[in-house]
């Protein structure tokens, strides 16, 4: 029953984390396809350069529900149990939906974005205080740096050892470890233009559609 449940829950998981909240408010309240404005990202940091700071918000706000949702019934349906398996669970659950941010089941696994606000819905539930730290971190970062890819970058590094030192737990470590690694890689045209310092500042729209999916 508990295994059954648990390969349930990822389905449920995925199908959550792949709808795409940027796409989806930008064509109910605008009259653009966020996918060819801008960075061309359906994430929260392209809805809020492209269309204001509302819409970035609630687009920030449905990507971390899409994560914290499914592990919440996660852990409330299957904790309990004895053994480590509804740890292991929870962990599966939690990298399904962010699975599904970055290959959108509806949008034909394509044109995803980069993660980190699903990753950390995910992270609020599994542990709220790897997260505040994390969140300090990055509005530090971001206040330093005016770039929201700096501290979003930031505080995803840190994130897998706040999880580590707070939760103890190898499992949720590997799964912050894994999504860590995706996100960097999907940040990886943000990298480049933070080296070259051509990467736009907090408040900047970003001329043009680039290669950021």
């Given at each position: 029953m508990l295994i059954i449940g648990g390969i349930t829950l990822t389905v449920i998981a995925y199908a959550l984390g792949s709808i795409p909240s940027g796409l989806v408010l930008t064509r109910v309240f605008t009259s653009i396809d966020i996918r060819k404005t801008g960075s061309g990202n359906i994430g929260a940091t392209n809805v809020r350069r492209m269309t204001g700071n509302l819409l970035g918000a609630l687009t920030l706000i449905g990507d971390?529900?899409?994560?914290?949702?499914?592990?919440?019934?996660?852990?409330?349906?299957?904790?309990?149990e004895a053994g480590d398996i509804p740890e292991i669970i929870t962990a599966l659950v939690a990298f399904s939906a962010f699975s599904g941010h970055l290959f959108p089941l509806y949008l034909k696994f394509k044109t995803g974005g980069k993660g980190v606000a699903t990753a950390f819905g995910c992270f609020l539930i599994i542990s709220p205080p790897a997260v505040l730290l994390t969140l300090i971190l990055f509005v530090v970062v971001v206040k330093v740096t005016r770039r929201v890819s700096a501290g979003s970058l930031a505080a995803t590094a840190f994130l897998v050892p706040a999880v580590w030192l707070i939760t103890g737990s190898a499992v949720f470590s590997v799964c912050a470890l894994l999504m860590a690694?995706?996100?960097?890689?999907?940040?990886?045209?943000?990298?480049?233009?933070?080296?070259?310092?051509?990467?736009?500042?907090?408040?900047?729209?970003?001329?043009?559609?680039?290669?950021?999916?």
């Open positions: 971390m529900l899409k994560g914290a949702l499914p592990v919440f019934m996660s852990i409330a349906l299957l904790w309990g690694v995706m996100i960097f890689l999907r940040h990886g045209d943000n990298i480049k233009r933070l080296l070259s310092g051509t990467e736009p500042a907090l408040g900047e729209k970003q001329p043009g559609l680039t290669a950021e999916k």
